[in-house]
């Protein structure tokens, strides 16, 4: 099985339709920019809630990915999932088994209000979990929960277990919380129950981050915004108790890339201070991280391992992390053994999200 561990699926107004009636007033509406007409935002009573990947024709696609070096081609109706039959016609073409699924919308804070927040997951996991009784079993997903109120959450991740989910998406930062901190213990309790794993996709749900550290030039885009907290949440996490308090519980860092393991990984042993502590934190404490295919394997597998490296495409997006072709280009790398391959196009994501 060829599992991409990271694909995407952009929010359309149809995903809006799954809202309960008594939640229709909080029905988000699409804005393009009027400085660039293939950037829209999602706004919600006046206020910017959401990005929306950019909708390019398929020439502006095929230009960027002579520009990029990367294949970044898909159809709208596949990546916004108007026409499941054409996704899974595409993942086969792309030699891919099952998709994990995970939201374009959440990658900052959406909601001020508790009970806008409990709306739109709650319409978002809804439409998902409509979408995997349609894909064959074979478009997986990471549902998105409202932090805000742990109770509702908690009931949203049953609803999504029993629907298709495999992880619980969490950003590095929520409001003014971080993921080690206990008041988020309820949902890890909820995930080792339910054999979900916790998915810190790159995203950053705290405005003040998002202010601090906005780009100061174009082309350094969302590193510091959404790339950084997620390595940052890692190291946190190796440092922390909660792998020890929930020693069934696996994670996921997404999209970041995994150049940055080696680093973590020497940081968390030379920090520990004790000989207690694992030598690979990433297999000890269940720690997944997904590569691209121009990360240095072999340098990242010897801190890692060979058993907690996954891949993703990206599907449907256009940015730095995005390559639709990224399982071919990988499996043509030959720095690394067909033996590691297969354990990072599926042993470990099929571990990691239990497929």
């Known amino acids: 099985m060829i599992i991409d561990a990271d694909s995407h699926v952009v929010e359309t107004p149809h995903t809006w339709d799954y809202l309960e009636e008594s939640d229709k007033k909080y029905r988000p509406q699409l804005f393009q920019s009027a400085d660039s007409p293939s950037t829209q935002y999602w706004f919600l009573d006046g206020k910017n809630i959401g990005f929306r990947n950019a909708t390019l024709s398929e020439q502006e696609l095929v230009a960027l990915s002579k520009q990029t070096g990367r294949t970044l081609q898909t159809a709208p109706e596949a990546r916004e999932l108007r026409d499941v039959e054409l996704r899974l016609q595409h993942m086969d073409r792309l030699g891919i088994d099952v998709q994990i699924l995970f939201n374009t919308m959440w990658i900052a804070r959406v909601a001020d209000k508790a009970e806008v927040e409990i709306a739109l997951c709650g319409a978002w996991n809804r439409w998902m979990a409509d979408v995997w009784k349609q894909g064959k079993n074979r478009l997986r997903w990471s549902c998105v929960v409202p932090g805000m109120t742990i109770p509702e959450a908690l009931q949203q991740i049953r609803f999504a277990r029993e629907n298709g989910a495999v992880a619980v998406s969490l950003r590095p930062f929520e409001n003014e919380k971080h993921l080690v901190d206990p008041y988020f213990y309820p949902i ?85 201070g004790t000989k207690g502590f694992p030598k690979n934190p990433c297999k000890d404490f269940r720690i997944y991280i997904t590569a691209q295919t121009d990360d240095d394997f072999p340098y990242v597998l010897k801190y890692a391992g060979e058993d907690n490296i996954v891949i993703g495409t990206d599907y449907g997006h256009t940015d730095a992390s995005s390559e639709v072709d990224a399982i071919a280009v990988f499996r043509q790398n030959n720095t690394i053994g067909d033996a590691a391959k297969t354990k990072i196009l599926d042993d470990n994501p099929r571990t990691l999200y239990k497929v």
Not at 228 to 255: A, H, N
């Open 188 to 272: 890890y309790e909820e995930a080792s129950r339910r054999d979900m794993a916790i998915a810190v996709h790159i995203a950053n749900g705290s405005p003040q981050l998002m202010d601090q550290f906005k780009p100061r030039y174009d082309r350094m885009g969302g590193f510091a915004q959404f790339r950084i907290p997620t390595v940052i949440t890692c190291l946190s996490l190796m440092m922390s108790d909660v792998p020890l308090l929930f020693p069934k519980l696996r994670w996921g860092f997404v999209e970041a890339s995994a150049q940055w393991v080696p680093w973590v990984v020497n940081e968390a042993v030379r920090r520990s």
